[in-house]
């Protein structure tokens, strides 16, 4: 069964500065999407970023980037200039890509994000 | 943009009372899921559903569970004989994925939080 950690609970990071939020998964399988979740206050889970196993080219979305390491089985978030509203909990995920293969979300823990002003 | 929307958002039962949660997925969507997250812990995986029926579904998904698609719109998760157990946040989900411009990334609503008592 594929699993995904968390290893940090809790990280901070001030305004405008960078944050690298870290994720590790655990799978037999060679083709997966990875994705990054945030959850606010407000507890719904709003979609950031989206990764392809197949893709070498690690996806970005604005101030939102990954590091993807396939060997590794590492999939890390960076928070580029951040923003009070960036302050939320943060989930990364696994879902298998393979043919007949899950269609579940497997979940981390999550990391909370304080943003100081 | 088109969202899943979920309704109650608050939903407060007494044990052993029979619940039901709607959902409406995004229009295009012929995937359904529903996740729950008890307070503090990870976002679990509960059941998909697609071409009216269920695809895959989880442990946690007994036989106090079911899922219905009672119109075009509508997505339901009832649970039959609520335990205190049963007191978590309960997300819909839908995906495109049969689309061939699917992404096949799943959307999540803003959750229905159930207080069993």
């Known amino acids: 069964a594929q699993t995904v950690t968390q290893s940090q609970p809790e990280m901070s990071v001030q305004e405008a500065e960078t944050v690298t939020l870290s994720c590790t998964y655990d799978?037999?399988?060679?083709?997966?999407?990875l994705f990054w979740y945030k959850q606010p206050p407000s507890r719904q889970m709003i979609l950031v970023i989206r990764?392809?196993?197949?893709?070498?080219q690690n996806a970005t979305e604005n101030r939102f980037s990954v590091n993807f390491q396939k060997a590794a089985k590492s999939f890390s978030l960076k928070i580029s200039d951040s923003q009070l509203g960036d302050a939320a909990m943060y989930f990364c995920a696994y879902r298998s890509a393979s043919w007949g293969g899950s269609e579940k979300l497997v979940f981390g823990k999550g990391t909370k994000l304080t943003v100081n002003p | 943009e088109p969202e899943v929307t979920q309704t109650p958002s608050h939903q407060v039962t007494q044990m052993g009372q029979e619940v039901i949660l709607r959902c409406v997925p995004i229009s295009n969507h012929l995937y359904f899921y529903w996740y729950r997250q008890i307070l503090g812990q990870k976002v679990e995986f509960l059941v998909s559903?697609?071409?009216?029926?269920?695809?895959?579904k989880s442990e946690i998904f007994d036989d106090q569970f079911s899922v219905e698609r009672p119109d075009g719109s509508n997505f339901t998760l009832k649970i039959r004989s609520t335990k205190l157990e049963d007191s978590a946040m309960y997300f819909c989900a839908s995906s495109d994925r049969t689309a061939s411009t699917s992404t096949d990334t799943q959307y999540f609503g803003p959750g229905t939080r159930l207080t069993v008592l």
């Open positions: 799978t037999s399988e060679s083709d997966y999407y």
């Open positions: 990764q392809e196993a197949y893709k070498q």
């Open positions: 559903f697609y071409n009216n029926e269920i695809s895959e």
